[in-house]
């Protein structure tokens, strides 16, 4: 039977009883229609080829390769692998595989000038203890928003790059590295539920644009504060077969990455794109 429920107060809700590969197209706009709603849709227990996540994923939007060519799956270039080849030739651990994710609250792809739309994980391992994923809204984040900085930001853009001002590129490949940053309005308005939502990630903007440095690192660090506001989280426990799907327009995640690196955490990934008009 299905049974849909919320999993947090403002965002999450989980679908089980539901065979995606079988959802007909009046089943899949009810599951786009919650996720949408609640910005973290789960749906447990699962049991997916490569393809058939592929497969699913396109029913969200366009699926694009991610910009860390090391990470992708050989076969499957759509497909991010994360955690495997954690362990570096010497045996030491790959921090930048282990910790990927978790070095701090963010939001997919602001780096680009269309980021994604959406980020779709498939648990395939997960350890015993730790490695959850913590979600926030970014339309709690708005709304918690003073009403100075909202007129103070409203039309603004950031600029954002893959490393931010900690320049942190590991997992990209040297051609990739060093692009001019990606313009984006903090205070953005959601193509299909028509909500105001804080755009912001603390690890990738540069600056805010047109403002003075010492106001932009003023504004970046007032943002920095009201992001996660704690109704608007919801934290993911995973289980093997889970699909998670977020919407990256609306709100942020972050990686715990406090599992013990001897055991598996494994998940393919898929990054989501919007049509272009
Ligand atoms: O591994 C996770 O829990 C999330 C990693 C992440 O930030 C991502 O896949 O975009
Ligand atoms: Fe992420």
Same mark, same amino acid.
């Given at each position: 039977?299905?049974q849909i429920?919320?999993v947090g107060p403002l ?6 009883g539901v065979?995606?590969r079988?959802l007909d197209?009046a089943?899949f706009?009810?599951i786009y229609?919650?996720w949408l709603?609640?910005?973290?849709l789960v ?5 997916l080829?490569?393809?058939?996540f592929?497969?699913?994923s396109r029913?969200f939007g366009?699926?694009?390769p991610?910009?860390s060519k090391?990470?992708?799956h050989p ?5 991010t692998?994360?955690?495997t080849g ?5 045996g030491?651990?790959?921090?930048a595989i *282990?910790?990927? !994710? &978790? $070095?701090?609250w963010?939001? #997919?792809?602001?780096?680009d000038?269309i980021?994604f739309?959406a980020t %779709?994980?498939f ?5 015993d203890?730790?490695?959850d994923?913590l979600?926030?809204?970014g ?5 918690a928003?003073p ?12 600029a954002f790059t893959?490393?931010?001002r900690t320049?942190?590129?590991?997992l990209l490949?040297?051609e990739?590295?060093?692009?001019a940053?990606?313009?984006h309005p ?6 299909e539920t028509?909500?105001k ?9 540069? *600056?805010?644009? !047109? &403002? $003075?440095?010492?106001?932009s #690192?003023?504004l970046?660090g007032?943002?920095?504060e009201?992001?996660? %506001?704690?109704d ?8 093997v077969?889970?699909?998670?799907i977020w ?5 942020y995640h972050?990686?715990?990455g406090?599992?013990?690196p001897e ?6 990934r ?8």
């Amino acid at each position: 039977m299905v049974q849909i429920r919320k999993v947090g107060p403002l965002i999450g809700v989980e679908v089980s009883g539901v065979d995606i590969r079988a959802l007909d197209d009046a089943g899949f706009a009810a599951i786009y229609r919650a996720w949408l709603e609640s910005n973290v849709l789960v749906v447990t227990g699962q049991a997916l080829t490569i393809h058939e996540f592929l497969a699913y994923s396109r029913r969200f939007g366009v699926v694009s390769p991610h910009p860390s060519k090391s990470t992708r799956h050989p076969d499957v270039p759509e497909i991010t692998e994360l955690g495997t080849g954690k362990f570096n030739a010497d045996g030491s651990l790959n921090q930048a595989i *282990y910790r990927r !994710g &978790a $070095e701090g609250w963010h939001t #997919d792809g602001a780096y680009d000038d269309i980021p994604f739309k959406a980020t %779709q994980l498939f648990a395939l391992a997960i350890p015993d203890t730790g490695g959850d994923t913590l979600f926030a809204s970014g339309y709690a984040a708005y709304d918690a928003m003073p009403q100075r900085l909202k007129q103070r930001l409203e039309g603004v853009n950031g600029a954002f790059t893959y490393g931010g001002r900690t320049k942190a590129q590991a997992l990209l490949n040297p051609e990739d590295r060093d692009r001019a940053p990606a313009l984006h309005p903090i205070i953005r308005t959601h193509g299909e539920t028509g909500r105001k939502s804080m755009y912001f990630d603390p690890g990738k903007i540069l *600056y805010i644009q !047109g &403002a $003075e440095p010492a106001e932009s #690192d003023d504004l970046i660090g007032e943002l920095t504060e009201l992001m996660i %506001q704690p109704d608007g989280q919801y934290r993911h426990k995973w289980r093997v077969g889970d699909v998670v799907i977020w919407d990256n327009r609306c709100s942020y995640h972050k990686a715990a990455g406090d599992y013990p690196p001897e055991q598996d955490r494994i998940h393919w990934r898929t990054s989501i794109k919007e049509p272009v008009q």
